[in-house]
Protein backbone atom coordinates (compact mmCIF):
# COMPACT_ATOMS: atom_id res chain seq x y z
CA UNK A 1 0.00 0.00 0.00
CA UNK A 2 1.06 3.51 -0.60
CA UNK A 3 -0.61 6.78 1.08
CA UNK A 4 -0.51 9.98 -0.55
CA UNK A 5 -0.94 13.46 0.74
CA UNK A 6 -1.00 16.67 -1.23
CA UNK A 7 -0.67 20.14 0.16
CA UNK A 8 -0.35 23.48 -1.08
CA UNK A 9 -3.29 24.32 -2.68
CA UNK A 10 -5.26 27.78 -2.09
CA UNK A 11 -6.77 31.03 -3.44
CA UNK A 12 -4.33 32.46 -5.45
CA UNK A 13 -4.76 35.41 -8.54
CA UNK A 14 -4.33 34.78 -12.08
CA UNK A 15 -0.99 35.42 -13.80
CA UNK A 16 0.37 34.16 -9.85
CA UNK A 17 2.03 30.77 -8.79
CA UNK A 18 1.35 27.46 -6.59
CA UNK A 19 3.31 24.85 -5.69
CA UNK A 20 1.78 21.54 -4.78
CA UNK A 21 3.65 19.03 -2.84
CA UNK A 22 2.50 15.44 -2.61
CA UNK A 23 4.32 13.24 0.11
CA UNK A 24 4.43 9.38 -0.29
CA UNK A 25 4.59 6.78 2.30
CA UNK A 26 4.35 3.36 2.92
CA UNK A 27 6.03 0.91 -0.11
CA UNK A 28 7.53 3.51 -1.66
CA UNK A 29 9.61 1.69 -3.33
CA UNK A 30 7.48 0.00 -5.41
CA UNK A 31 6.26 3.06 -7.04
CA UNK A 32 7.10 3.32 -10.96
CA UNK A 33 5.29 6.65 -11.80
CA UNK A 34 3.46 9.33 -10.03
CA UNK A 35 0.75 12.04 -11.71
CA UNK A 36 -1.13 14.68 -10.99
CA UNK A 37 -4.65 14.89 -12.03
CA UNK A 38 -7.41 17.49 -11.72
CA UNK A 39 -10.95 17.72 -11.23
CA UNK A 40 -13.38 21.38 -11.93
CA UNK A 41 -16.48 21.44 -10.62
CA UNK A 42 -19.04 19.67 -13.26
CA UNK A 43 -16.04 18.38 -14.62
CA UNK A 44 -14.57 14.55 -14.97
CA UNK A 45 -11.11 14.26 -13.57
CA UNK A 46 -8.65 14.90 -16.02
CA UNK A 47 -5.03 14.19 -16.68
CA UNK A 48 -2.79 17.23 -15.62
CA UNK A 49 1.00 15.53 -15.79
CA UNK A 50 3.17 12.58 -14.80
CA UNK A 51 6.67 11.75 -13.69
CA UNK A 52 8.83 8.59 -13.83
CA UNK A 53 9.48 7.52 -10.66
CA UNK A 54 13.45 6.26 -11.54
CA UNK A 55 14.00 8.41 -14.42
CA UNK A 56 11.91 11.33 -13.72
CA UNK A 57 10.74 11.80 -17.24
CA UNK A 58 7.96 14.09 -17.18
CA UNK A 59 4.85 14.16 -19.45
CA UNK A 60 2.19 17.27 -19.29
CA UNK A 61 -1.56 17.85 -20.98
CA UNK A 62 -1.13 20.47 -23.48
CA UNK A 63 -3.08 23.19 -21.98
CA UNK A 64 -0.43 23.04 -18.92
CA UNK A 65 3.11 23.13 -20.83
CA UNK A 66 5.24 25.73 -20.27
CA UNK A 67 3.66 26.83 -17.32
CA UNK A 68 3.59 23.91 -14.88
CA UNK A 69 6.76 21.82 -14.21
CA UNK A 70 6.43 18.36 -12.11
CA UNK A 71 9.66 17.46 -10.19
CA UNK A 72 10.60 14.74 -7.82
CA UNK A 73 12.65 14.46 -4.38
CA UNK A 74 13.35 10.65 -4.26
CA UNK A 75 15.18 10.77 -0.81
CA UNK A 76 12.20 13.03 0.70
CA UNK A 77 9.26 10.40 -1.45
CA UNK A 78 7.75 13.63 -2.82
CA UNK A 79 6.10 14.86 -5.66
CA UNK A 80 6.03 18.49 -6.50
CA UNK A 81 3.61 20.32 -9.41
CA UNK A 82 5.26 23.64 -9.84
CA UNK A 83 2.17 25.99 -11.37
CA UNK A 84 3.03 28.98 -12.95
CA UNK A 85 0.52 31.92 -14.93
CA UNK A 86 -2.17 30.60 -13.44
CA UNK A 87 -5.43 31.16 -15.49
CA UNK A 88 -9.34 30.90 -13.57
CA UNK A 89 -9.62 27.67 -15.89
CA UNK A 90 -6.57 25.94 -14.17
CA UNK A 91 -9.48 25.81 -10.30
CA UNK A 92 -9.99 22.46 -9.85
CA UNK A 93 -9.09 19.93 -7.05
CA UNK A 94 -6.05 18.56 -7.46
CA UNK A 95 -4.70 15.12 -6.72
CA UNK A 96 -1.90 13.27 -7.04
CA UNK A 97 -1.42 9.43 -7.67
CA UNK A 98 0.71 6.52 -7.93
CA UNK A 99 1.25 3.68 -9.93
CA UNK A 100 2.78 0.39 -8.65
CA UNK A 101 1.73 -2.09 -11.18
CA UNK A 102 3.87 -3.11 -13.77
CA UNK A 103 3.75 -2.14 -17.25
CA UNK A 104 2.86 -4.48 -20.53
CA UNK A 105 4.82 -5.04 -23.15
CA UNK A 106 4.42 -1.53 -24.59
CA UNK A 107 5.71 1.39 -22.32
CA UNK A 108 4.18 4.64 -22.64
CA UNK A 109 3.30 7.81 -19.69
CA UNK A 110 0.23 6.94 -17.96
CA UNK A 111 -2.37 9.81 -18.41
CA UNK A 112 -5.43 7.80 -17.46
CA UNK A 113 -7.67 7.71 -14.30
CA UNK A 114 -6.91 3.64 -14.38
CA UNK A 115 -3.45 3.58 -15.16
CA UNK A 116 -2.51 4.51 -11.34
CA UNK A 117 -3.22 2.47 -8.18
CA UNK A 118 -3.19 5.18 -5.51
CA UNK A 119 -5.11 8.29 -4.59
CA UNK A 120 -4.65 11.47 -2.63
CA UNK A 121 -7.63 13.09 -0.95
CA UNK A 122 -6.73 16.21 -3.11
CA UNK A 123 -6.15 19.81 -2.76
CA UNK A 124 -8.73 22.66 -3.61
CA UNK A 125 -6.65 25.44 -6.06
CA UNK A 126 -8.40 28.59 -6.72
CA UNK A 127 -7.94 30.85 -9.38
CA UNK A 128 -9.84 34.76 -9.69
CA UNK A 129 -10.18 36.40 -12.37
Not at 53 to 73: E, L
Amino acid sequence: QVQLVESGGGLVQAGGSLRLSCAASGRTFSMKAMGWFRQGPGKEREFVGTITWSGGSTNYRDSVKGRFTISRDNAKNTMYLQMNSLKPEDTAVYYCAARTRRYGSRWDFPTEVDEYDYWGQGTQVTVSS
